[in-house]
Structures are given as structure tokens and as C-alpha cells.
């Protein structure tokens, strides 16, 4: 069973920096892509960024392009966002996802993922 679990969220003025991260348990987290999405309070959730399973390749949503970096370090089982320059509309819960398939491609879409975080909360007061 995989487990994944989020860590580094909390509260940050705006034009502040938070990095996010998320360890995996189970076996063989280097054969697949990991993404991070999130939920702001009345909306679905939304993709954020993607990696792809050995860290070659990366793919952003146009809303954080240039300001988050997404980045993973497979000895340890864990995949990192590095949030700079943010925004109060980048208030959301803070979720990473596993790709359903090994050895894939970029994945955006929420049901290319099958494991889940629970969550972190990010706070951005303005």
C-alpha cells in the first residue's frame, strides 16, 4: 500500500516563499510521475505541477510558472515544491498525487493519479 504524506504548508505574507513536501512509502517511487494539485475554498481541484518519475522533465500550470519548482530526490521517496513569490490566490490546500502507470509521461489530469496526500493547507495573507 502507498502512502504519501505532505508536509510544509502553513501561513506566509505575500511575496513569501514556502516549500512543500511529500514522502512515499512503498516500493519503487523512482519508476513513476508525481504531481501536485490543489483546492482553493469553493473550487475544484486544480492541477499545479507535474514531474516526470526520473526528474528529466517538468511541466507547469500557467498560474504558477516561473514562481514554483517542482523537484523530487529519489533516494529519499520525496517530491518537493518550492513556492516563491506567492500569491493570496495561491491559498489552497495542497495535495500530491502518484501516476497510475510506471515509466510515464507528464500527467494533468486529476484520474492519471491514483494515490493521493491528505493534504497541507498554504495561507497567503495579503
Known amino acids: 500500500q502507498v502512502q504519501l504524506v505532505e508536509s510544509g504548508g502553513g501561513l506566509v505574507q505575500a511575496g513569501g516563499s514556502l516549500r512543500l513536501s511529500c514522502e512515499a512509502s512503498?516500493?519503487?517511487?523512482?519508476?513513476?510521475?508525481m504531481g501536485w494539485f490543489r483546492q482553493a475554498p469553493g473550487k475544484e481541484r486544480e492541477f499545479v505541477a507535474c514531474?516526470?518519475?526520473?526528474?528529466?522533465?517538468?511541466y507547469y500550470a500557467d498560474s504558477v510558472k516561473g514562481r514554483f519548482t517542482i523537484s523530487r530526490d529519489n533516494n529519499k521517496n520525496t517530491v518537493y515544491l518550492q513556492m516563491d513569490s506567492l500569491k493570496a490566490e495561491d491559498t489552497a490546500v495542497y495535495y500530491c498525487?502518484?501516476?497510475?502507470?510506471?515509466?510515464?509521461?507528464?500527467?494533468?489530469?486529476?484520474?492519471?493519479?491514483?494515490?493521493w496526500g491528505q493534504g497541507t493547507q498554504v495561507t497567503v495573507s495579503s
Open positions: 512503498g516500493r519503487a517511487f523512482s519508476t513513476y510521475a
Open positions: 514531474i516526470r518519475w526520473d526528474g528529466s522533465n517538468t
Open positions: 498525487a502518484r501516476a497510475r502507470d510506471r515509466y510515464g509521461r507528464i500527467k494533468v489530469q486529476e484520474q492519471e493519479y491514483d494515490y
